[in-house]
């Protein structure tokens, strides 16, 4: 593993209320992405960012917000839940060197939107 | 929008076996195509990529097949044993960025 880690794992909430995952990393790696994975539709990428304080917007940025403030944290907030973004959330970290050019994916959160 | 169209969603094959995942793209801007692993409960994890200069790589019983003209490229397994049984995810990035686009998935169940 490339020491990625995600909080919550799991998470329960209503529509309406603002939530936010952490994904934090150990490698130093430089760049941080967060996809969405539901079935029929595989991994989308949500936002992804490319250095402290540098984001873009992925497939699917609508609903979403992120924050890097620190190399290791990369912050993924929903500002009004809704029932659409039930989903698992993935974390990955690419340090954009190397012929592999991999991407490490964290265990995920599983976030249920009532 | 950029698209990476992945077939078929669900393949069953008997251990020993050859599965074939497929994969094509709708756009030429990609410069780099890994292929994914994911186990139930587990983050994806890299099994396998290939650069558009290079028609065919492999990597023990896992091969990937790239036909650039026609924008598509595949993913052999060889010898499929019951281990092996997992959702498969092709990838491009997107030239110029460390930005990708995943395919849909195939769930791959070999039977023992």
């Known amino acids: 593993d490339a020491g990625i880690t995600q909080s919550p794992r799991h998470k329960v909430t209503e529509t309406g209320t603002p939530v936010t995952l952490r994904c934090h990393q150990t490698?130093?790696?430089?760049?941080m992405y967060w996809y969405r994975q539901d079935p029929g539709h595989g991994l989308r990428l949500i936002h992804y960012?490319?250095?402290?304080?540098?984001?873009d917007k992925g497939e699917v940025s609508d609903g979403y917000s992120v924050s890097r403030s620190k190399t290791e944290d990369f912050l993924l907030t929903l500002e009004s839940a809704t029932s659409s973004q039930t989903s698992v959330y993935f974390c990955?970290?690419?340090?954009?060197?190397?012929?592999?050019?991999?991407?490490?994916f964290g265990p995920g959160t599983r976030l249920t939107v009532l | 929008q950029q698209q990476v169209k992945q077939s078929p969603q669900s393949l069953i094959v008997q251990k020993g076996g050859i599965s074939i995942i497929n994969c094509a793209y709708e756009?030429?801007?990609?410069?780099?195509f890994p292929w994914y692993q994911q186990f139930p409960g587990k983050g994806p994890a890299l099994l396998i990529a290939?650069?558009?200069?290079?028609s065919e790589k492999k990597e023990g019983r896992f091969t990937i097949s790239f036909n650039k003209s026609a924008k598509q490229f595949s993913l052999h397994i060889m010898d499929s044993q019951p281990g092996d049984s997992a959702t498969y995810f092709c990838?491009?990035?997107?030239?110029?960025?460390?930005?990708?686009?995943f395919g849909t998935g195939t769930r791959l169940k070999v039977l023992a």
């Open positions: 990955a970290t690419n340090d954009g060197a190397g012929d592999l050019n991999e991407q490490f």
């Open positions: 490698e130093n790696h430089r760049y």
């Open positions: 960012s490319y250095g402290v304080k540098d984001t």
């Open positions: 756009n030429t801007a990609f410069d780099y």
């Open positions: 290939i650069r558009p200069d290079v």
């Open positions: 990838a491009a990035r997107i030239s110029g960025t460390y930005k990708y686009i």
